[in-house]
């Protein structure tokens, strides 16, 4: 019977490994093809790469323009967001009785919020009520960060309650004012899950579709995943798949980096989770 | 100690006050416009800030048309669909998290990172990878072509649709269903085990009910958003055959004059998240009450 059942469990697992992941590589593979086809191979060339004086990524002003607005989308979505949400999330934790129960509401139901409610509920917002805000960058930027809020508390909630209260009590017990036991014995250990963040809401960001295409202003404030989905369907060149590519090397690279960082800063203070502690930082998943 | 220490709700106070202005006031937006009227003239949406006078007309006009006129097809779809990807999602994604959670020995972390993957690949490229290869010329076509099954998948074709849900959304089940079974007291069933139960008695009375509340929260972390999918839907199918509840808010609220109905529609999907927000605490409660007793 349980013989049976471990033959079964593995063959699922690697069908479903392969599944999820050979459709991907064999886009990306596409994007060397050397001819205009998506789906016939012809041959190996870098021509939608770099090689196409026009149509490449390197060369398409449309490609690179969507590139620049996706990284400086999300790059300001982390410089703003992360901040604001740590510190909510340490005000949070210490809020008791009524308060806490509001913060806490707050904070949870955007997390399973469809992002088609939150982006449709924006755009009808900034079109009739807080005019002042234009569609494009101002208003992408200001519902990245109000969607991302969540994610950040959640990360540093578990950091925080992992950590617990005794370091602070005891530096409170030697005499620093709470400010103090803040800044120099809380903050330092929270630095694991600021990082987490920080790698989190940026590929979050990077990789938002509904929100940014909700409270775009057209082809000005387009981003890459707005640009793949607004050629997918047409007879687009495999210079997208180059662009798709790039767009999921950017979020690993960052996650990669996040992930090293975080092995690193574990390391040298003794603990020696590692690659896989790193890994439940991020994913919020015991690895 | 006793002296309310001011810090704290200081430090919440920012992304609080943000959440409230730009996520609280957005839902109170939206049911102003839901319940506004239509401009006479221009034929746009008014919306009504005062909501003594809300009006309540087009509200009653969608509903009657979800429940016996045009959009009750889309809505039937809309649930049909979903419950057979969630149903689909689950058959891939419980037993991959169950593999990982007890079985994967020396190499989980490779098989962890290869699962964790396609949750950091971006979604509209999963699904162009997806459109590649079911074009009429794409490598899926051509391979089922040489059993004879000619068939163009991209042209409104539900199982396409609903595979395409499974494909995007499975991870997001896969990963919090893994932290659920990972942190499951195992000892409870082998205790059963030991007892005389058989692997499969053991599984169904003490597993499953040990990680229902962690099923249904993944149940619901996957079906809310696909309730709200429209961009799936686009890609694969854009066949008025196939269109959800979502490419209804889609369309809507971003390309006609008619934001109004746009309105009430996302109402509906959101009174849809209360419901299944309740019936999650419940469940959760319950299990909780049942756990301490």
């Not at chain 1, 709470?178 to 809380?186: E, G, K, M, N, T």
């Not at chain 2, 059963?192 to 993944?218: K, N, Y």
């Not at chain 2, 469940?283 to 007793?293: D, F, G, I, L, N």
Request: net charge positive.
């Amino acid at each position: 019977m349980t013989r049976r059942r471990f033959r079964v469990l593995p063959t699922i697992i690697w069908g479903y490994v392969i599944w999820s992941l050979v459709p991907v590589i064999i886009a990306v593979a596409y994007s060397f093809n050397d001819g205009r086809s998506r789906t016939v191979w012809q041959g190996f060339s870098l021509r939608w790469w770099i090689g196409d004086p026009n149509a490449s990524v390197l060369h398409d002003a449309s490609m690179r323009h969507a590139i620049f607005n996706s990284l400086v989308l999300a790059v300001t979505t982390v410089v703003i967001v992360v901040p604001i949400g740590i510190s909510l999330a340490i005000g949070a934790h210490r809020l008791r009785g009524r308060s806490a129960t509001a913060v806490q509401g707050l904070t949870s139901v955007p997390l399973i919020t469809p992002e088609i409610v939150v982006g449709a509920a924006l755009l009808l917002t900034f079109t009739r009520l807080f005019t002042g805000i234009p569609l494009g960058f101002p208003a992408q930027l200001l519902g990245n960060v109000t969607f991302s809020i969540s994610a950040v508390v959640v990360i540093v909630r578990a950091r925080l309650v992992s950590i617990g209260s005794g370091f602070e009590e005891a530096a409170r017990d030697l005499g620093a004012t709470r400010f103090q036991a803040l800044r120099y014995v809380l903050m330092p250990m929270l630095w694991p899950s600021v990082m987490a963040s920080l790698v989190v809401v940026f590929a979050t960001v990077i990789d938002d579709f509904v929100i940014t295409s909700f409270l775009s202003s057209g082809v000005d404030s387009e981003t890459v995943p707005l640009r793949i989905y607004s050629s997918v369907k047409g007879g687009a060149t495999p210079a997208l798949n180059a662009l798709a590519t790039l767009l999921v090397l950017t979020s690993f690279t960052v996650l990669i980096c996040g992930l090293f960082g975080l092995s690193l800063w574990r390391k040298r203070h003794g603990d020696n989770g590692g690659l896989r502690a790193a890994l439940a930082d991020v994913t919020q998943a015991d690895a | 100690m006793k002296r309310s220490p001011r810090i704290w709700p200081a430090l919440a106070a920012p992304g609080a006050s943000w959440l409230l202005a730009l996520f609280g006031i957005p839902f109170y937006a939206v049911a102003c416009v839901a319940f506004g009227t239509i401009d006479p003239i221009f034929r746009d949406a008014v919306p009504q800030w005062n909501p003594l006078a809300w009006d309540f007309g087009q509200a009653h006009e969608v509903l009657t048309s979800v429940l016996s006129g045009p959009l009750q097809g889309v809505f039937l779809r809309t649930v049909v669909y979903v419950v057979a990807a969630m149903a689909t999602s689950f058959a891939v994604g419980f037993p991959v998290a169950y593999f990982l959670a007890r079985h994967a020995g020396k190499r989980k972390l490779l098989l962890l990172t290869l699962v964790i993957v396609p949750f950091w690949v971006n979604y509209l490229m999963r699904m162009l990878a997806w459109v590649n290869l079911l074009s009429p010329s794409g490598l899926f076509s051509r391979f089922m072509g040489v059993f004879g099954i000619h068939y163009n998948w991209l042209d409104g074709s539900p199982i396409t649709v609903v595979l395409g849900l499974v494909y995007g959304y499975v991870p997001f089940l896969i990963l919090p269903m893994y932290a659920t079974l990972e942190r499951l007291d195992w000892r409870l069933v082998e205790a059963a085990r030991d007892l005389g139960a058989t692997s499969r008695q053991a599984f169904r009375l003490v597993t499953i009910p040990m990680a229902q509340a962690g099923m249904a929260a993944a149940a619901i972390l996957i079906a809310l958003p696909m309730f709200g999918d429209y961009y799936t839907n686009d890609l694969l199918s854009r066949s008025p055959r196939t269109e959800m509840l979502g490419n209804q808010i889609d369309f809507y609220v971003n390309n006609s004059q008619q934001p109004q109905r746009g309105a009430v529609l996302v109402l509906m999907l959101s009174a849809l998240l209360l419901v299944a927000l309740s019936w999650y605490l419940r469940s959760t409660s319950r299990y909780a009450k049942e756990r301490t007793k």
